[in-house]
């Protein structure tokens, strides 16, 4: 039983390690981008050798990777990204439920969402092929899953008929950027602040009766 406790341990401490890591580092991506950020900026802002975030991740990409995996599994957990419970509601609804996760994401996860949108047009160059190609697919079946919401919701005649691309495009920039024009620094005032202009954005796509 000591053993296992142990073991347990060393897990956690490995754990907390990496996500010290990982969130100075999308911190510093924020600021500075990610081309312009070393491994040893990161290891002099947690006040470690610089030698600990390879030994953890071994490159700098490998961190990068992190974050954008991060990010989309954050979005995984809510219940609305559930394929059952989406399944099992109105079109419509299940597509502001998946613009409100983005919102809350953005929120909790404000300097993840930063980086996230900031060097994805460059993912090619900072990240290998096979990173590259993974995290590509996850970007398309995230959009590929709201631009079905929306034509399925404008078919039901709950949702104007507009290019569901521009809908998309508008749900993910309303949700994932109110970070860039919102600086309180306080996640709970930036939630509601983004759940708000989600709703207001619904509120001009849906058809009334």
Known sequence: MAGRSQTKSVVDRREDREVQIVDTAARLFRKQGYA???VRDIAAALGINVATPHYYFGSKPAILYRIYRDTFDAFDTFDAFDTVQ???LPAHEALLALAKAGAVVTAQRSDYVAVFFQEFRWLDQHLPEDMCTELR???RVFTRRMHDLVEQ???EGTVRAVDPR???SNIIGVSAWTYQWHRSGEPG??????LNCV???FNGLLVRA
Request: hydrophobic share 50%.
């Open 36 to 38: 312009y950020t070393s």
């Open 86 to 88: 989406i399944d099992e």
């Open 137 to 139: 697919e996850r970007e």
């Open 153 to 155: 919701a404008i078919a």
């Open 166 to 168: 521009a809908v998309v």
């Open 189 to 194: 005032e930036l939630e509601g602040v983004a």
């Open 199 to 201: 709703e207001l954005l």
